[in-house]
């Protein structure tokens, strides 16, 4: 018999993560939204944790909770967000896209429900300890290649952000 | 009840996704599109990390620089936010059509 705590968490968090994020995109307010993607953003990380990922859930936690976010604050901080509130929040063609994203959404469906068979139930046997230990080995053995070219393209974002931001270059 | 299995994360992530996908097409406040965009990478991290649980750690090291793309983004996109806001004084998507004539 599967142990049923796992089954209570998985749906709690799933829950918790998807009505946050109906919360980020209905809500007036930015820093409202931005509150509501740091909840399913902590909803995720637990998520995370349940498919045994602790390095990335701890990545999720520090990078997306603690740094994205707290650049979305301050951007909104910046920004003048109460004209946008007393402002219509949906654009024209907002059915057009409301149509457009449920269509993709059948798509998934039908994908799920036809092709059942392309994502079995195996799960293979993680090391619970090693986690990150395995993923470092990864991260500096095959993928070296890759780690470099992804700090280039943090190079390339501070100065690109830089150059925008500031007044008079 | 079903014990979870792969699929049960793929359809929270294809949840996800679908929010995003809504997120990005209707709303006007620029600050609240980019946490879209935020949401629909996320979608996609769910899914490689609930691969990774079928097929190796391959999916989480992906997962990884997904995030780190999501930083890179974020700062970039908030910054041409910022330069926007200077010139017009909006935050909202449909005025920002300089380039279209």
């Known amino acids: ?169 | 009840m079903a014990p979870i299995s792969t699929i049960h994360y793929l359809v929270v992530a294809a949840a996800l996704f679908i929010l995003g996908v809504i997120g990005v097409l209707t709303r006007r406040n620029v600050v609240i599109v980019l946490m879209s965009i935020e949401l629909i990478l996320n979608a996609v991290n769910l899914n490689l990390v609930a691969f990774s649980r079928i097929w190796g750690l391959h999916g989480q090291i992906f997962a990884i620089f997904v995030i780190t793309d999501a930083a890179a983004e974020a700062a970039v996109g908030l910054g041409i936010l910022i330069a926007f806001f200077r010139n017009k004084e909006t935050v909202n998507i449909d005025e920002v059509d300089l380039m279209k004539w």
């Open chain 1, 1 to 169: 018999m599967a142990p049923l705590a796992t089954t209570f968490f998985f749906y709690f968090l799933s829950a918790v993560t998807v009505v946050s994020g109906v919360l980020v995109i209905t809500r007036k307010n930015a820093v409202h939204s931005a509150l509501a993607l740091i909840v399913s953003l902590l909803g995720q990380a637990a998520l995370y944790l349940m498919l045994y990922a602790p390095f990335v859930a701890g990545v999720q936690i520090i990078l997306y909770a603690g740094g994205i976010m707290v650049l979305f604050l301050f951007v909104i901080m910046l920004v003048n967000i109460e004209k946008a509130r007393k402002e219509d929040q949906f654009n024209q063609q907002w059915l057009v896209g409301l149509a457009a994203a449920l269509a993709l959404g059948a798509l998934f469906v039908l994908v799920y429900v036809k092709g059942r068979a392309l994502f079995p139930d195996r799960a293979i046997l993680m090391p619970e300890q090693a986690n990150t230990q395995q993923v470092a080995v990864l991260l500096y053995g095959n993928y070296m290649f890759t780690f470099e070219i992804a700090s280039l393209l943090l190079l390339v974002a501070i100065i690109g952000a830089v150059v925008m931001a500031k007044k008079r270059i």
